[in-house]
Structures are given as C-alpha cells and as structure tokens.
C-alpha cells in the first residue's frame, strides 16, 4: 500500500471521497426532513427517521478520512501554478467548522438512535437537535465546498480575495495548532495523548464485552443490558477523535505522509461501522439470556476485535513505521 | 543500572534497527494496558450504577482477563524497563505509576471478593463497594496518565 500513498493520488481520492460529506449530507438530510414530515405515528417512529439518523452517523465517520486526504492534497498542489493559497487556507478553515458541527450531528444522530433501538422511537428533542445541526453543518459545508472548487477554478468566486475573507464561517486551524505545537505549550501534546490512550481503553472495553457477547460467550448476560454502555464507548470515541484531530492538525505532514496513518483509517472506519451495529443490529438486540448466536455475530465480532487491536497497533506504530515524526 | 543499561539485551531493545525489539515490546504493553483497564473499567461503571440490569455474577470472568493481561504487562513492563534502567530507576513519574498499581492491585482482589465473595448474588452494591471501584478506577486513569508521560520525560 505504501506505493500507493503519492500526493497526486491522496488529492484524487480527496477529490473522490469529498461526495460523502455534500452530496452524501443533502441525501442524508432529505432523508430526515421527509421521515420527520412523514411521521404520523406518535407511538412508534417509522423505520425512515432511524435509517435517515444510520446514513447521517455513516456520513460524519466518513468525513474523517476526507478531511485528512484534504491536508495531503494540498501538500500536493500547493507549489503548483495557479493555485490560489488564501483560497486553500479559508477552504481548510472553512472545512474544519463544517466537520465540527457535522460530528456534532453525527454524535446528536447516533443519541437518537441508540434510543430508539430500546424504545422504538426517536425522542422529539434529539430530532430537532439533529435537523438544526445538519442543517448547519449542510450551509457550513457548502461555503466550504464552494471555496474549495475555486482553489482550481479561482472564476467560481468573482472576486477571489473579497470571498475568502468574507468566509467568517471558519475557525482557524492555525490556531488550534498553535494551541497544541505553540511555545509555552510543551504540556499539551502530552496531556492530549494521555487523554487518547484513556479514550481507547474505554471503547475497547465496551466493545470487547458487546462482542463477546454476540460471540457466544457471557450468555448469561442479556444484550440489551450491555446497549446501556454504548454511550461510554461513544464517550471514547469522542475523546479520540478530538485530541487525534488535535494531533493531526498540529503536524499534519507527520501524518498524510505515513501508510500507517490510512490503514489506521481504514480500520477506524470498521471499528465505527462496529458501533452502529452493536448499536441497531436487530439480531443483536434480540440476544437473550442464554440465546446463542449465529455465525454471522461470530464473523462481525471477530472482524470487529481485530480491527480495534489493528487502530490501535497502527497508530502506536506510526513513530517506528513509515516515516513519521 | 548502569550495568544493566550497558547489557547486550538492554542494548538490543533499545537500540536495534528493528520494529519487533522497543516498539513491538511497546505495543504489546499498550495491548495489555487496555484489556486490563478496559474490563476493570466495565466492572467499576457496573458497581457505580452503570446499566444496572446486567447481571453482576456473569461478570467474573472478566478478572480472569484483567489478571491475564496484568502478567502479560508485567512481562513486558519489566523488559521496558531493561531497555531504559537508569532514567526510569531514578524517574519520581515512573515511582509514582508504580505506586498507583501497587495500591490498586490488592482493591482489585478485594472487588472480586466483595462481589463474588457472598453467594447467592446481592440484590444491591454495598456502598463500600462502590468505593471500591471509584477509587480503583480512578487509580487505572492515573496510571493511564503516568505511563503516558513516561513517553516525555
């Protein structure tokens, strides 16, 4: 894989996987509006509002991936002619707010989910709560959208420089480096991995004793009293992303320049998809005391497992292979 | 210590150009850092409240894994410490990480006895037992915490 990772590729797969978080965030938020508008149960929500929450969590994991094939894109294209550098930097800055909030309705979607998989219905407040910020993250991500086109094509804005500083939907990415790389700030690179390592270990733990569970082992424990601690492994999960974002963001070229930094990724993404499923997988909460489980539940635990030991064997590796740091 | 930093094996983990000497022994520390803490983890959210219909009985099996990754650690925290005797011998982080498991350890056994002591299974976690498991495991965060930095002294 290795070979693989050259900067013209790395720009073309940001160019390819950046559908997920526009086009695939329109569908996703149609989605929700027609399955909210649809809605006439009071009782129990139509399948259409949890599949709509489903896609939205897809779609905010999978921005992960192409924010971080964004900074390797522009290691890129940066020294190319015509290149518009503010452009680059207000569509990185612009870029950042979007993925905030669209972790945010990621994090909102998956809350309501997790509840309606116990109560078979969404609470109305977590609906609204996940309409408002995908909704926001939908205008943010457009801004950003729009001003990345015209890194390559600069006649999209009329006035280039007059768009990009009027973009005051951004945050500064330099700063949040600033924050975690900047003189005086030599205590925060350490506490942030401390806080990462924590993380870790308590998604592993939720996960292992889920998929255990679903293994065919612990068959005295009924599923659905294990779904009461997804949200710890939610928790883990949120803490990581944060401070690996932190991190990312610091030293960026320590990172889009490593093969294990992407198999990290990759494995990343079927840790995630893990959760969804411990989270909605109707086979999974259908487990009761001494049921035992099918060979299918065996596959997705054991793939499961080796995929969490494999994010965390590559991102401990990443200082001894490849070439980072 | 110095003796020990200057050893062929010492020097090997150290210093050899291979993933499988420092940064494999490393890894497999992380491995067993958490399958330890993750489980004791579970165990203690249970005892303070956490997703209260879980059966505590069933649970026991997950000593038998923190205790399995306990040794695995212990191994590997040894061979850790051979590859860097003198900073860590006189390191007040590294004192200080070994402190908060030498305290923890015997609240880990008495967890198990609270919990498995008594049959049949109690209806309710004893107070003290929930003490138990919140010092414990804020004790496995310090850890978490010390040995990270270790990393940056």
Known sequence: MSDLITPANLSHLHLLINHFPTVGLIIAFLLLVVSIVSNSDAVNDNTMKPTALGVLFGIAVMTLPVFTTGLAAEGAIEKLPGISQPAMTAHEDSALLAFIVLELAGLAAWLGLWRWRRTRRVPPSLTFIT????????????????????????????????????????????????????????????????????GMTLWFGVLLLANLRLMGWFTAIPYPALHRLLPWALLGFGVNEISGMM?????????????????????????????????????????ETGTVTHVRERAIGAVALVSFVAVMYCGRMLPFLGNSF | MTV???SAFSTWLREAETVWAFPTVLTIHTFGMM???????????????????????????LF????????????????LFIADPERKATSLLFGFKLLLIIINLPLLIRL???MYGESPEPKEVAGRTRQLAAASAMLWAGTIFAGRLLGYM
Not at chain 1, 144 to 168: F, Q, T, Y
Not at chain 1, 172 to 182: D, I, K, R
Not at chain 1, 251 to 277: I, S
Not at chain 2, 64 to 79: D, E, K, P, Q, V
């Open chain 2, 64 to 79: 038998r894994i923190m205790w399995f990754a306990f040794w695995i650690n212990l191994a590997t925290g040894i061979l």
């Open chain 2, 112 to 114: 198990e006895r609270a």
């Open chain 1, 247 to 287: 991190f990312y963001l610091a030293t960026p070229k320590g990172y889009t320049t490593n093969v294990m930094f992407y198999w990290k990724l990759m494995f990343l993404l079927l840790a995630a998809a893990d959760l969804l499923y411990l989270t909605v997988w109707p086979a999974a909460w259908k487990t």
């Open chain 1, 131 to 198: 309409f408002v910020l995908a909704a926001l993250s939908l205008g943010f991500m457009t801004v950003a959208a729009n001003i990345g086109g015209a890194i390559r094509h600069p006649e999209i804005l009329g006035d280039p420089k007059a768009e990009v500083a009027r973009s005051m939907f951004s945050v500064s990415s330099a700063g949040v480096a600033f924050f975690v790389n900047g003189p005086g700030h030599q205590w925060v690179w350490p506490a942030l991995e401390s806080a990462h390592f924590v």
């Open chain 2, 4 to 6: 020990l930093h200057d």
């Open chain 2, 35 to 61: 399958l330890l803490v993750g489980c004791a983890w579970l165990v203690d959210l249970r005892l303070l409240g956490v997703a209260r219909t879980i059966p505590i009985g069933p649970l026991r099996p």
